[in-house]
């Protein structure tokens, strides 16, 4: 068996409801963070972790994501002719070498782990990651190369992990933790969003995964799970005891943008990182925060004084 990570999974086939109407034509994985598209970050994540092949598990109307690694000629040679060498660069940057980027569908949405199981042909019998573009992670180390340097320790399942407040268990798989030492929990079962009153614990599964080849084959027969679906927490979770499952609580800042408020704050805190736009940035913050504030005084002043009104009267 390849004890490398060389391939990667990128589902990608949902339809972005939460983002209507901007999700209308474009894909959800196209909505920029500053000026990249969440599948640019997603793939640049994985090949700056040593990943050598993506396979994208599109959907109807989301051949763009395959279109957005494609060479286009007509504009680089427009950019080459006018002289504009930082945006030609940026772009010839960003496109992968040619055969790295492959793509299949899934035909109909049937859950997370139907999707990584269209992809088994591309693993055969490798170890393999999943990366779920939604999740936007900020970090000095990508958070994939975290989760190899865990899988080289420990091989096996390897999941990035977060704390969650307990009221929001029911929108992650959760771990049931069987060690833990601050940093990487062992976890000797995984439940697909649970209520928070049965939640085996806090510690939720963020969009990256390293797989045993094993995952593959139990998606064969993974029955649909929580919300009707075919659930990749199922299929990881029935190659327990065979297979170890381990969380690490990796190093940086998830953004969640399949959701409006993560999505706005990750555009925020990647946007602050860059020279030529934090200066202009922070100023504008500033402002808006001092506006709130203004605001907030008013509203609690004029509520104190019909409270003494009523008082009074
Ligand atoms: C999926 C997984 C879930 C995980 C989450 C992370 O859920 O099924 O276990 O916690 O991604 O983002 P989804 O967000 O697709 O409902």
Known sequence: ???????????????????????????????????????????????AAGIEYCMFITGRGKAVLVDHFDSAPELEAMLRDRGKQEPLAELLGGRPK???ILATRQQAPLGLGHAVSCARAFTDDEPFAVILPDDLI???????????????EHGGNVIAVEEVDRSRTANYGILDVAADDGRVARAQGLVEKPQPDVAPSRLAIIGRYVLDPKVMRALESTAPGAGGEIQLTDAIRATLPDVAIHGLRFDGMRFDCGDKVGFIEANLAFALERPDIRPRLVQSLKATVAALEAEEDRTGMAQRTSTAVDAAS
């Open 1 to 47: 068996m390849t004890r490398r990570v060389r391939k990667a999974v990128f589902p990608v086939a949902g339809l972005g409801t939460r983002f209507l109407p901007a999700t209308k034509l474009v894909a959800k994985e196209m909505l920029p963070v500053v000026d990249k598209p969440l599948i640019q970050y997603a793939v640049e994540e994985a090949f």
């Open 98 to 100: 040619a055969g790295t």
């Open 138 to 152: 900020l970090s000095d180390r990508p958070c994939l190369s975290q989760l190899i340097d865990v899988w080289s």
